[in-house]
């Protein structure tokens, strides 16, 4: 039998049990132009938008394929998957265009051309002066979009920690030499 004529459920079990390539790239292949339609139509993103979701989507799917137990449709899990990564891009919105408008703003007419290109550093660089509990908690709320209870249940520590720590990331940045 050819992975071309096997079912869905056959090519799930395939990947699930020998984590083959082409058993994976086959069955998501059947359901690529699904997905691909239906995130473009719910999200009325951009094309690069629609593929990184898809993309994403697959990355889940196959990472966590082997805890899908057959007891619904492959199908249903995929959308599922792609929903909440539908979900997740909305709610993020562009980080690093909030980020600098943010944090990095400036008076234009106060800075030069090129303190102003430095004033615009990566933002990564300056996340990477947190501790990682002030990273995590700063970017669940500002690139995530999580509450501070959300945060708090997310990471399993109390809501006081929460608004201490993004205290903290924000005082960090605001201080930042930039």
């Given at each position: 039998?050819?992975?071309k004529?096997?079912?869905?459920e056959?090519l ?15 069955l998501f ?31 889940k ?5 082997r ?7 492959f199908?249903t899990?995929?959308?599922?998957i792609a929903?909440?990564?539908m ?32 004033a ?7 996340i ?10 700063f ?8 509450s ?8 399993q ?11 903290q990331?924000?005082?960090?940045l605001?201080?930042?030499?930039i």
């Amino acid at each position: 039998m050819s992975l071309k004529q096997a079912s869905v459920e056959q090519l799930v079990a395939i990947v699930q049990v020998s984590a083959d390539t082409a058993a994976f790239n086959e069955l998501f292949g059947r359901f690529d132009s699904k997905l691909r339609a239906f995130l473009a139509f719910k999200s009325a993103g951009q094309r690069q938008d629609v593929d990184d979701m898809v993309q994403e989507t697959y990355v889940k799917a196959f990472l966590n394929i082997r805890q899908f137990q057959q007891q619904s449709q492959f199908a249903t899990r995929l959308l599922r998957i792609a929903i909440n990564e539908m979900l997740q891009a909305k709610r993020s919105g562009n980080f690093f265009a909030r980020f600098k408008e943010r944090w990095l703003a400036t008076e234009p007419d106060s800075l030069s051309h090129r303190d102003n290109t430095a004033a615009h550093i990566d933002a990564e660089s300056l996340i990477a002066q947190l501790s990682t509990i002030q990273q995590q908690v700063f970017v669940y709320t500002e690139f995530y979009g999580y509450s501070q209870s959300e945060i708090a249940d997310k990471l399993q520590i109390p809501l006081g920690s929460v608004k201490t720590y993004m205290m903290q990331a924000r005082n960090m940045l605001n201080r930042s030499d930039i």
